[in-house]
């Protein structure tokens, strides 16, 4: 996994997982949706970069 790709990764997870807490915390269901959302890019996106790796060996 390229070192650019893993850092982004890493940030939307962590940007969802954080705009998810403080959306439930006040009670903002879109906002915690929309972290959710992110946090799934992230995820997506890390598998999507390990699967590359997994192939290029």
């Known amino acids: ?3 650019g790709e893993k850092a ?3 940030a ?3 940007q969802g997982k954080a705009e998810k807490a403080v959306g439930s915390a006040v009670g903002n269901d879109r906002m915690a949706a929309e972290g959710q ?3 799934s890019t992230g995820d997506a996106r890390e ?3 390990k699967t590359k790796d997994v192939f290029k060996r």
Do not use: F, L, R
């Open 1 to 3: 996994m390229s070192a």
């Open 37 to 39: 959302a992110k946090k």
């Open 8 to 10: 982004k990764a890493k």
């Open 12 to 14: 939307e997870q962590a």
């Open 47 to 49: 598998a999507k970069e």
